[in-house]
């Protein structure tokens, strides 16, 4: 684990990594985009270059290529780069979480999973996945309420 200024330093505001199929269903949210490319509903999602895989998508990497190649991205900007660039997205959207997002649905087969093991590794810190806002149950409407009864 590295060390340094702020290194362990929580970020202000909560930050997630999530695909973009369930970040943009999530209004109370920001979407950011991390990927190459993003969908059309996102095209003004605030974007951190530094943490999009350029150079190594659309090769057909082995896995293991790919994360050696990403892993050196993200040494490059470092601890306090990347801090940087997601704390500056963090103020222009107060009080939301961020939603770092690229298009693979399993955080396991893509880059966000890489910057989270990654961010954990350097700093202890968590990076964690997105739990998505389950829809409201219609069937939890029709239970009596017990305060009503009283």
Sequence with gaps: MRSGP???????TAVFTASWTVALTE??????RISVG???????????????PFGLFGKDLP???????YHERLDRYGVQGIRARIERVARAHPDRPLLLCCFE????DCHRG??????????GGAI????????PDPQMTLIDDPKEKA
């Design 6 to 12: 702020g290194s362990r330093r929580a970020f202000a």
């Design 27 to 32: 209004p109370k949210a920001v979407a950011v």
């Design 38 to 52: 993003c969908p059309a509903a996102a095209k003004d999602a605030p974007f951190i270059g530094a943490l999009a």
């Design 63 to 69: 896995p293991d290529e790919f994360a050696a190649g």
């Design 105 to 108: 649905k399993d955080p396991a």
């Design 114 to 123: 890489l910057l989270s093991r990654w961010w954990k590794e350097q700093t």
């Design 128 to 135: 964690p996945e997105w739990e998505p806002t389950p829809e």
